[in-house]
């Protein structure tokens, strides 16, 4: 069937809206009609970096309704509201164990561009598109592995539900799946766009009793007080790793590292406490740590997190019944665009005028 995608041909360009063919859906696929998709930085790296072949549909936090359905899927059918989330196989050690995010054919399955028996469903003047996520969410529809995708509650606006699938349950996840961090502790989260704002508001669901939000953005230090962070640091006015330690008495038990850089990697890292632990979740280049006295003199941890280290098919309705609750009102991350304005939402993005935008594709 032909449907409108945003499609990239090459490294570092404009997104175009174009028609494309979309094949329709094998064994225990599904076909969703994409009401709506989250933009995230992977994205941009994708498009950027090159992490992806070429041509591809990008998109990976999409929503939707599903469609049609293929032979021997028997958990969702037509009419179902879905998140769709990261590919997995479903069949490895790491995935029968509940850790999917580490599926050992995650990198394949997510940036290999074709699904996981190797063909593709996109395709445009007789060209095979790659897929992004198992999913190429970018799109007025999509195909994806029914295993891929979650049934959510159907109360709940589904157009806002899309980044539940990648970079909110990341965020909160990471504190909630992985770091579980104590009632009474203390978190130091580093960077306060749609993943740290997201783990702010789950270490305010725990209880921890200093959450510190770090970033170079005022406006974004306000909100992340509004949603639960305890104390803000803007790192451009103050020396960060002394100001923990101030506030904590010696150092965060633990910390959430979301923006990559170097520096504020070392930072999160020299303002642990002894036998702290910080989770990595931010694409970090190469970088120097003096490991023995930025790390193992003092007992500290230092791990990645990917995807945080969550089961989307139990931690995403999660997530949604705290929002019900009022809990995790990640609404206020938001902000909506029309599909033909993909460009201009990634552009606000990067401008960190939007935290979290969310592209509007069907109704």
């Known amino acids: ?85 990261f590919a997995h196989c479903g069949n490895c050690g790491h995935c029968l164990t509940g850790h999917p995010t580490v599926c050992d054919t995650f ?61 909110i349950q990341t965020g909160a996840g990471t504190v909630l799946n992985r770091l579980k961090p104590e009632f009474g502790s203390s978190i130091v989260i580093y960077g306060a766009g749609a993943v740290g704002l997201s783990a702010v508001m789950a270490a305010k669901i725990v209880g921890c009793q200093h959450i510190i939000a770090v970033d170079m953005h005022d406006s974004r230090l306000e909100l992340a007080k509004e949603l ?33 850089v170097p520096t504020v990697v070392k930072q999160s890292l020299n303002a642990l406490r002894s036998l702290g632990t910080v989770a990595i979740v931010g694409i970090t280049p190469e970088m120097n740590i003096d490991v023995h006295n930025d790390l193992m003199a003092e007992g500290k941890s230092m791990i990645g997190v990917i995807e945080g280290d969550s089961i989307p098919r139990v931690f995403i309705p999660q997530l949604i019944a705290y929002f019900k609750a009022g809990q995790f009102p990640f609404d206020k991350l938001v902000k909506f665009y029309d599909f033909e304005n993909i460009n201009q939402a990634f552009e606000d993005s990067a401008n960190g005028i939007t935290i979290k935008p969310i592209l509007r594709v069907g109704s």
Not at 237 to 243: F, G, H, I, M, P
Request: with cysteine; proline share 3%; glycine share 12%.
């Open 1 to 85: 069937m032909d449907i409108k995608a945003a499609v990239t041909h090459n490294q570092d360009t404009a997104f175009e809206l174009e028609t494309v063919q979309l094949a329709m859906p094998e064994i225990d696929e599904i076909r969703v009609k994409v009401i709506a998709t989250g933009v995230c930085h992977t994205d941009v790296v994708a498009r950027d970096m090159g992490i992806a072949p070429f041509p591809i549909v990008l998109g990976h936090e999409g929503s939707g309704i599903v469609d049609a359905v293929g032979a021997g899927v028997t958990d969702l059918q037509v009419g179902d509201p879905v998140v769709l989330s």
């Open 107 to 167: 990198n394949e399955l997510n940036f290999g561009g074709a699904m996981d028996d190797g063909t593709h469903r996109l395709a445009q003047d007789g060209e095979t598109l790659a897929t992004f996520f198992g999913q190429s969410s970018f799109a007025t529809y999509a195909i994806a592995k029914s295993r891929n995708a979650v049934k959510v509650d159907s109360e709940v606006d589904l157009a806002l539900l899309g980044p539940l699938g990648c970079g």
């Open 228 to 260: 639960g962070a305890t104390h803000t640091l803007n790192g451009e006015n103050v020396d960060v790793v002394t100001e923990v330690k101030k506030i904590t008495d010696g150092g965060s038990h633990y910390a959430v590292e979301t923006t990559g």
